[in-house]
């Protein structure tokens, strides 16, 4: 699967940056969401107005399906808040829900401390609160750690019996994200603890999450999903476990936090001295 060209930004590394960078974010155009089934290469066009595609790819064929892709189902995750708060991406794009998770942040609250992280379940918990290594790579080790029978794919590909599709995406140092294909042969997700929805950064329905908007700066948010990592085949004929290991973000941002306190309580002793 060719990876889609896309510009690399400096790294953020201050709220000052995140701040300066978020205002200077233009709203990203819609590119078609097409790609030729058999060049396997992206279009270049823009989409109609109102349409997915452009107008030489209005009849695209869609990612092939094995039968058994779980089906959209939102409300099973988003009708009670316990639930919601507790899982994220990789709990949804597993087809997950864990009754522990949910009665853990029902009776602890601090539900995001509940989320299941790629790598979790061999025993890697706290593997991604290292920024550096939120990376297409390494994140795609933590889940076939998880489970092995995980499989890269593409998006004309086709699963075997018992299995069906996730895209993970990635932004580098920041956070990785996860889709998966319904039943119908679109694609949703659910980032953090929001709600699961079936639309992209533009808001517009996504047929191809390689393809669709992922870049959320012109949002007032501090993610751009530019990297793509891959399809992959992941069990649906039985259980999946995952492990829980909090939310890396979270962590990250708390270090920031006692990093600048730090910087903070030094600067007013140098001043008393």
Known sequence: ???????????????????????????????CQCADAFLRSPCKQEPINGSLFCKDHQGCPGSPQSGYEPPYDPMRYNRDSNIRLSHNCYSYGMNVLDPMSAELCKKNGSC?????????????????NAAERR?????????KADNPTIERTSFYGKCAKGKSKIALVVDPGEDYHYYRQDADGMWSHKDGSNKVKRFDALKRPIFNPQLAARN??????DLNYEDFCG???????????????????????????????KQGQKSRRRVRR
């Open 1 to 31: 699967m060719p990876k889609i060209p896309t510009r690399r930004r400096s790294r953020r590394n201050t709220n000052a940056y995140n701040a300066i960078s978020i205002i200077n974010s233009e709203k990203p155009k819609a590119q």
């Open 112 to 128: 995001r401390r509940y989320f299941h992280q790629p790598g979790a379940l061999h025993g890697d918990r706290n593997a991604l």
């Open 135 to 143: 990376s297409c790579a390494v994140v795609e080790s933590l889940q």
């Open 216 to 221: 959320y700066l012109w949002q007032n948010s």
């Open 231 to 261: 399809f992959y085949c992941v069990p649906r004929d039985g259980t999946v476990k995952l492990g829980r290991g909090g939310d890396a973000r979270a962590r990250t941002r708390r270090l920031r936090r006692q990093q600048h306190r």
